[in-house]
Protein backbone atom coordinates (compact mmCIF):
# COMPACT_ATOMS: atom_id res chain seq x y z
CA UNK A 1 0.00 0.00 0.00
CA UNK A 2 1.12 3.53 -0.72
CA UNK A 3 -0.22 7.07 0.21
CA UNK A 4 -2.21 7.26 -3.08
CA UNK A 5 -3.77 4.06 -1.97
CA UNK A 6 -4.59 5.47 1.31
CA UNK A 7 -6.06 8.34 0.20
CA UNK A 8 -8.74 6.62 -1.97
CA UNK A 9 -9.66 4.05 0.67
CA UNK A 10 -10.10 6.80 2.99
CA UNK A 11 -12.45 8.78 0.43
CA UNK A 12 -14.45 5.68 -0.19
CA UNK A 13 -14.72 5.38 3.67
CA UNK A 14 -15.62 8.82 4.27
CA UNK A 15 -18.39 8.34 1.42
CA UNK A 16 -19.54 5.22 2.40
CA UNK A 17 -19.57 5.33 5.95
CA UNK A 18 -22.74 6.65 6.64
CA UNK A 19 -24.63 5.61 3.20
CA UNK A 20 -26.45 2.13 3.71
CA UNK A 21 -23.90 1.04 0.95
CA UNK A 22 -21.36 -0.31 3.52
CA UNK A 23 -18.27 0.89 4.17
CA UNK A 24 -16.27 -2.25 4.64
CA UNK A 25 -17.67 -4.01 1.98
CA UNK A 26 -16.74 -1.11 -0.68
CA UNK A 27 -12.91 -1.31 1.24
CA UNK A 28 -12.26 -4.67 0.82
CA UNK A 29 -13.67 -4.62 -2.74
CA UNK A 30 -11.81 -1.64 -3.71
CA UNK A 31 -8.76 -3.15 -2.48
CA UNK A 32 -9.59 -5.76 -4.18
CA UNK A 33 -9.45 -4.05 -7.36
CA UNK A 34 -6.35 -1.70 -6.44
CA UNK A 35 -4.56 -4.90 -6.47
CA UNK A 36 -3.77 -4.91 -2.55
CA UNK A 37 -2.99 -7.73 -0.42
CA UNK A 38 -5.18 -8.77 2.22
CA UNK A 39 -2.57 -8.44 5.09
CA UNK A 40 -3.49 -7.39 8.74
CA UNK A 41 -2.30 -4.52 7.77
CA UNK A 42 -4.29 -3.88 5.16
CA UNK A 43 -7.75 -4.81 7.71
CA UNK A 44 -6.47 -2.98 10.22
CA UNK A 45 -6.23 0.28 7.93
CA UNK A 46 -9.67 -0.42 7.03
CA UNK A 47 -11.12 -0.37 10.77
CA UNK A 48 -8.68 2.77 11.93
CA UNK A 49 -9.68 5.20 8.99
CA UNK A 50 -13.46 4.74 9.81
CA UNK A 51 -12.47 7.01 12.81
CA UNK A 52 -12.06 9.47 10.45
CA UNK A 53 -15.81 9.65 9.51
CA UNK A 54 -16.15 8.93 12.74
CA UNK A 55 -14.39 12.76 13.80
CA UNK A 56 -16.53 14.45 11.18
CA UNK A 57 -19.84 13.54 13.08
CA UNK A 58 -18.24 14.50 16.49
CA UNK A 59 -17.25 18.10 14.78
CA UNK A 60 -20.70 18.60 12.74
CA UNK A 61 -23.09 17.54 15.90
CA UNK A 62 -20.42 18.46 18.77
CA UNK A 63 -23.27 21.27 20.41
CA UNK A 64 -25.76 18.53 20.38
CA UNK A 65 -23.55 16.13 22.09
CA UNK A 66 -22.09 18.08 24.50
CA UNK A 67 -25.75 19.69 25.69
CA UNK A 68 -28.19 16.27 25.25
CA UNK A 69 -27.32 14.27 28.21
CA UNK A 70 -30.41 11.94 27.52
CA UNK A 71 -29.03 11.92 23.53
CA UNK A 72 -25.77 10.30 25.23
CA UNK A 73 -27.34 7.60 27.74
CA UNK A 74 -29.28 5.93 24.57
CA UNK A 75 -26.30 5.90 22.43
CA UNK A 76 -24.58 4.17 25.36
CA UNK A 77 -27.92 1.91 25.83
CA UNK A 78 -27.84 0.92 21.71
CA UNK A 79 -24.08 0.29 22.23
CA UNK A 80 -24.00 -2.47 24.66
CA UNK A 81 -25.56 -5.22 22.37
CA UNK A 82 -23.19 -4.53 19.70
CA UNK A 83 -20.24 -4.29 22.21
CA UNK A 84 -21.01 -7.68 23.51
CA UNK A 85 -21.59 -9.36 20.27
CA UNK A 86 -19.04 -7.30 18.84
CA UNK A 87 -16.12 -8.63 21.42
CA UNK A 88 -17.66 -12.45 21.13
CA UNK A 89 -16.94 -12.42 17.21
CA UNK A 90 -14.20 -9.84 16.63
CA UNK A 91 -11.76 -12.61 15.73
CA UNK A 92 -13.81 -14.38 13.48
CA UNK A 93 -15.15 -11.50 11.45
CA UNK A 94 -11.37 -10.72 11.22
CA UNK A 95 -10.20 -13.70 9.88
CA UNK A 96 -12.75 -15.44 8.07
CA UNK A 97 -15.34 -12.59 6.54
CA UNK A 98 -13.26 -9.44 6.11
CA UNK A 99 -11.11 -11.64 3.73
CA UNK A 100 -14.11 -12.32 1.43
CA UNK A 101 -15.32 -10.92 -1.49
CA UNK A 102 -17.96 -13.41 -2.22
CA UNK A 103 -19.33 -12.95 1.27
CA UNK A 104 -19.10 -8.70 0.65
CA UNK A 105 -21.18 -9.12 -2.94
CA UNK A 106 -23.91 -11.63 -1.33
CA UNK A 107 -24.74 -9.15 1.11
CA UNK A 108 -24.56 -5.99 -0.96
CA UNK A 109 -26.73 -8.00 -3.20
CA UNK A 110 -29.52 -9.72 -0.69
CA UNK A 111 -29.25 -6.05 1.54
CA UNK A 112 -30.55 -4.42 -1.54
CA UNK A 113 -33.26 -6.38 -1.85
CA UNK A 114 -33.98 -6.16 1.55
CA UNK A 115 -33.95 -2.72 1.60
CA UNK A 116 -36.33 -2.82 -1.72
CA UNK A 117 -38.56 -4.40 0.14
CA UNK A 118 -38.56 -2.46 3.20
CA UNK A 119 -39.19 0.85 1.46
CA UNK A 120 -42.40 -0.69 -0.60
CA UNK A 121 -43.53 -1.95 3.41
CA UNK A 122 -42.87 1.31 4.27
CA UNK A 123 -44.03 3.30 1.82
CA UNK A 124 -46.68 5.58 4.11
CA UNK A 125 -43.95 6.21 6.77
CA UNK A 126 -43.12 9.85 7.23
CA UNK A 127 -39.56 11.10 7.04
CA UNK A 128 -40.78 13.63 10.60
CA UNK A 129 -39.12 16.71 11.44
CA UNK A 130 -35.05 17.31 12.04
CA UNK A 131 -33.87 17.34 15.27
CA UNK A 132 -33.02 21.16 16.64
CA UNK A 133 -29.77 21.00 18.72
CA UNK A 134 -29.73 20.49 22.63
CA UNK A 135 -33.84 18.97 21.93
CA UNK A 136 -34.40 15.05 23.31
CA UNK A 137 -33.82 12.85 21.12
CA UNK A 138 -37.28 11.37 20.36
CA UNK A 139 -36.29 7.38 21.01
CA UNK A 140 -37.15 5.15 23.96
CA UNK A 141 -34.82 2.88 25.28
CA UNK A 142 -36.56 -0.13 24.54
CA UNK A 143 -35.99 1.19 20.77
CA UNK A 144 -32.55 1.96 21.29
CA UNK A 145 -31.44 -1.76 22.69
CA UNK A 146 -33.18 -2.79 19.58
CA UNK A 147 -31.40 -0.73 17.19
CA UNK A 148 -28.17 -1.91 19.32
CA UNK A 149 -29.20 -5.22 18.04
CA UNK A 150 -30.07 -4.34 14.43
CA UNK A 151 -26.31 -2.98 14.32
CA UNK A 152 -25.06 -6.01 15.06
CA UNK A 153 -25.45 -7.70 11.87
CA UNK A 154 -23.61 -5.19 10.36
CA UNK A 155 -20.67 -7.78 11.77
CA UNK A 156 -20.83 -9.11 8.21
CA UNK A 157 -19.03 -7.11 5.46
CA UNK A 158 -21.32 -5.60 3.23
CA UNK A 159 -24.95 -5.58 5.35
CA UNK A 160 -23.97 -2.06 6.25
CA UNK A 161 -24.10 -0.66 9.56
CA UNK A 162 -25.67 2.17 8.68
CA UNK A 163 -28.31 0.42 6.60
CA UNK A 164 -28.78 -2.22 9.78
CA UNK A 165 -29.66 0.66 12.08
CA UNK A 166 -31.63 3.39 9.96
CA UNK A 167 -34.05 0.28 8.59
CA UNK A 168 -33.87 -1.54 12.34
CA UNK A 169 -34.74 1.50 13.76
CA UNK A 170 -37.63 2.44 11.19
CA UNK A 171 -38.98 -0.85 12.21
CA UNK A 172 -38.93 -0.17 15.25
CA UNK A 173 -41.16 2.95 14.86
CA UNK A 174 -38.77 5.59 14.72
CA UNK A 175 -39.34 8.88 11.92
CA UNK A 176 -36.14 8.78 9.26
CA UNK A 177 -34.47 11.53 10.06
CA UNK A 178 -34.42 10.82 13.84
CA UNK A 179 -32.81 7.00 12.98
CA UNK A 180 -30.39 8.37 10.44
CA UNK A 181 -29.21 11.15 13.07
CA UNK A 182 -28.90 8.46 15.63
CA UNK A 183 -26.74 6.22 13.89
CA UNK A 184 -24.63 9.08 12.90
CA UNK A 185 -24.13 9.09 16.57
CA UNK A 186 -24.34 5.19 17.38
CA UNK A 187 -21.41 5.12 14.75
CA UNK A 188 -18.97 6.82 17.39
CA UNK A 189 -18.74 4.50 20.39
CA UNK A 190 -19.10 1.70 18.08
CA UNK A 191 -15.91 2.87 15.71
CA UNK A 192 -14.04 3.87 18.62
CA UNK A 193 -14.48 0.47 20.28
CA UNK A 194 -13.70 -1.58 16.78
CA UNK A 195 -10.71 0.45 16.15
CA UNK A 196 -9.15 0.09 19.68
CA UNK A 197 -9.40 -3.62 19.99
CA UNK A 198 -8.34 -3.80 16.36
CA UNK A 199 -4.96 -1.96 17.40
CA UNK A 200 -4.65 -3.67 20.71
CA UNK A 201 -4.43 -6.63 19.19
CA UNK A 202 -2.08 -5.99 16.15
CA UNK A 203 -0.19 -2.91 17.94
CA UNK A 204 3.19 -4.87 17.50
CA UNK A 205 2.55 -5.25 13.23
CA UNK A 206 2.88 -1.45 12.81
CA UNK A 207 5.29 0.47 12.02
CA UNK A 208 6.52 4.24 11.42
CA UNK A 209 5.61 3.57 7.37
CA UNK A 210 2.27 2.18 8.12
CA UNK A 211 1.68 5.05 11.16
CA UNK A 212 1.81 7.81 8.41
CA UNK A 213 -0.90 5.54 5.79
CA UNK A 214 -2.87 5.26 8.69
CA UNK A 215 -2.84 9.21 9.08
CA UNK A 216 -3.41 10.09 5.21
CA UNK A 217 -6.45 8.05 4.84
CA UNK A 218 -7.78 9.12 8.66
CA UNK A 219 -7.63 12.73 7.64
CA UNK A 220 -9.04 11.44 3.95
CA UNK A 221 -12.15 9.88 5.55
CA UNK A 222 -12.78 13.22 7.58
CA UNK A 223 -12.70 15.43 4.83
CA UNK A 224 -15.02 13.59 2.66
CA UNK A 225 -17.32 12.51 5.72
CA UNK A 226 -18.30 16.06 6.35
CA UNK A 227 -19.06 16.54 2.70
CA UNK A 228 -20.76 13.04 2.68
CA UNK A 229 -23.18 13.81 5.85
CA UNK A 230 -24.46 16.76 4.71
CA UNK A 231 -25.47 15.86 1.30
CA UNK A 232 -27.10 12.72 2.97
CA UNK A 233 -29.48 14.52 4.92
CA UNK A 234 -30.77 16.78 2.50
CA UNK A 235 -31.15 13.90 0.30
CA UNK A 236 -33.10 11.46 2.56
CA UNK A 237 -35.45 14.59 3.25
CA UNK A 238 -36.80 13.89 -0.61
CA UNK A 239 -36.12 10.65 -1.18
CA UNK A 240 -35.77 6.80 -0.07
CA UNK A 241 -33.09 4.13 -0.23
CA UNK A 242 -34.71 2.59 -3.40
CA UNK A 243 -31.63 4.12 -5.22
CA UNK A 244 -28.94 2.62 -2.75
CA UNK A 245 -30.34 -0.46 -2.78
CA UNK A 246 -30.23 -0.94 -6.99
CA UNK A 247 -26.90 0.48 -6.35
CA UNK A 248 -26.30 -2.35 -3.94
CA UNK A 249 -27.26 -4.95 -6.31
CA UNK A 250 -25.55 -3.77 -9.22
CA UNK A 251 -21.99 -3.61 -7.56
CA UNK A 252 -22.63 -7.16 -5.60
CA UNK A 253 -23.95 -8.45 -9.10
CA UNK A 254 -20.87 -7.13 -11.25
CA UNK A 255 -18.03 -7.94 -8.38
CA UNK A 256 -19.52 -11.63 -8.39
CA UNK A 257 -19.01 -11.95 -12.06
CA UNK A 258 -15.60 -10.56 -11.94
CA UNK A 259 -14.93 -12.75 -9.09
CA UNK A 260 -15.86 -15.85 -11.04
CA UNK A 261 -14.83 -14.83 -15.09
CA UNK A 262 -11.44 -13.56 -13.86
CA UNK A 263 -10.29 -14.49 -10.77
CA UNK A 264 -10.80 -10.93 -8.94
Avoid: C
Amino acid sequence: MNIIHAIILGAVEGITEFLPISSTGHMILVSRLLGLKDTDFLKTFEIFIQLGAILAVVVLYFKRLITSVDTIKKVIIAFIPTAIIGLILHDFVKKYLLASPVVVSVALIVGGVLIIWFEKWNAKQHVGPSIKQGDKINISYMQAVKVGLYQSIAMIPGVSRSAATIVGGQISGISRIEIVEFSFFLAIPTMVAASALDLYKGVGEIGSNEIILLSVGFVSAFVVAILAIKSFLNYIKKHNFVNFAIYRIIVGILFLILLYTIGF
